[in-house]
């Protein structure tokens, strides 16, 4: 079955440890993109990578940091300048850069500074 | 900026009936805007998409309408059943750059 896999489901930080999500995606997708919510708030945009060794700063990027070498892979690195970075993580991807089908979610990663 | 709003309270409908969740934008003009649900610890999951020139899209049970002149959508599940509770979110696309901006969502309880 095609999806987007995001490990681990739960992880906990130190303060100062620098932290990476993993995102893999198996749907051939192009574009691939980081979100993040809060509670009673709607999902914000941290980077999103429409092509491989390409990805783009969103909303909300400072304190993050991506990579993109593969098509199917986009993990995102939560490090010790994100002051605040306790949250649910989700993963997307789209068949391309225009949205014409809707985004494809991974099950999310809850990170909880300790 | 781009703003995007959808109802903080949560709806309470009874099962059987036709729930109706709304969804106001300001300051753009979206090509097309899409419905998610999402499950409690889960990742939301795609159901609609509607063009700027489409007034009304359908999907079994569902419909949603797009006014580009209020700027606002409308989501109706009809002869709603406990299995359609979930938080429900929109989103629109903004500056054709293929990037997604979602509101809060509303949450959905249909009771038996």
């Known amino acids: 079955d095609g999806g987007i896999t995001q490990s681990p489901k739960y992880l906990f930080r130190k303060e100062g440890q620098n932290v990476t999500l993993s995102c893999e995606q198996n749907?051939?997708?192009?574009?691939m993109y980081w979100y993040r919510q809060d509670p009673g708030q709607g999902l914000r945009l941290i980077y999103y990578?429409?092509?491989?060794?390409?990805?783009q700063k969103g909303d909300i990027a400072e304190g993050y940091s991506v990579s993109r070498e593969k098509k199917e892979s986009f993990p995102l690195t939560v490090t010790s300048a994100q002051k605040n970075p306790t949250a649910f993580y989700l993963c997307?991807?789209?068949?391309?850069?225009?949205?014409?089908?809707?985004?494809?979610f991974g099950s999310g990663t809850r990170l909880t500074v300790v | 900026s781009q703003k995007i709003e959808q109802n903080s309270e949560a709806l309470n409908i009874q099962e059987g009936k036709t729930a109706t969740l709304t969804c106001n934008y300001t300051?753009?003009?979206?090509?097309?805007l899409q419905w998610y649900r999402q499950d409690p610890g889960r990742g939301p999951v795609f159901l609609l998409l509607?063009?700027?020139?489409?007034k009304e899209k359908r999907k079994e049970r569902l419909k949603v309408t797009f006014d580009t002149t209020l700027k606002q959508s409308l989501f109706h599940i009809t002869a709603s059943q406990p299995a359609d509770s979930a938080t429900y979110l929109c989103?629109?696309?903004?500056?054709?750059?293929?990037?997604?901006?979602f509101g809060q969502g509303t949450t959905l309880q249909v009771k038996p």
């Open positions: 997307a991807s789209s068949i391309d850069s225009l949205v014409n089908y809707g985004y494809t």
């Open positions: 749907l051939n997708h192009d574009a």
């Open positions: 990578s429409q092509i491989v060794n390409d990805f």
């Open positions: 300051n753009y003009s979206p090509a097309y």
């Open positions: 509607i063009r700027e020139n489409e």
């Open positions: 989103a629109l696309e903004y500056g054709n750059t293929g990037k997604l901006i």
